[in-house]
C-alpha cells in the first residue's frame, strides 16, 4: 500500500502564489509518473501537470508559464508551484502517482487539498 499526502491548499487573493506538496509513503515501492489534477465544483476531474521519473513534463494548457511541477532526489515527493493564481484556478487539487508495489502496478491518489483564489 502506497499512501499521498497532500498539504500546502489554502485561500489567496488573485495574483497570489501558492506551493502544493506531495509526499509518498509506504511498502516497497517504485514510482514512475507523478502528477496534479484538480477538480472544480460541477466539473470533472483534468489534468494540471504530471513528471516523469526522467524529469519531463506535461502541462495543461490553462496553466503553461504560470504553474511549475517537480520532484525531489528520492523520487517519492512532489510539488506543485502555482504563480499568478486567477479565481478559475480554485479547485480541489489531487496528487497522483503510478508505480509498482512487490511487484505489482499501482496507482494511487491523495485525499485532496483546496485551493481557492478570491478575485
Known amino acids: 500500500q502506497v499512501q499521498l499526502v497532500e498539504s500546502g491548499g489554502g485561500l489567496v487573493q488573485a495574483g497570489g502564489s501558492l506551493r502544493l506538496s506531495c509526499a509518498a509513503s509506504g511498502s516497497i515501492f517504485t514510482i514512475n509518473t507523478m502528477g496534479w489534477y484538480r477538480q472544480a465544483p460541477g466539473k470533472q476531474r483534468e489534468l494540471v501537470a504530471t513528471i516523469t521519473t526522467d524529469g519531463s513534463t506535461n502541462y495543461a494548457d490553462s496553466v503553461k508559464g504560470r504553474f511549475t511541477i517537480s520532484r525531489d532526489a528520492g523520487q517519492s515527493a512532489v510539488y506543485l508551484q502555482m504563480n499568478t493564481l486567477a479565481p478559475e484556478d480554485t479547485a480541489v487539487y489531487y496528487c497522483?502517482?503510478?508505480?509498482?508495489?512487490?511487484?505489482?502496478?499501482?496507482?494511487?491518489w491523495g485525499q485532496g487539498t483546496q485551493v481557492t483564489v478570491s478575485s
Open positions: 497522483n502517482a503510478d508505480g509498482t508495489s512487490d511487484g505489482y502496478p499501482f496507482n494511487y
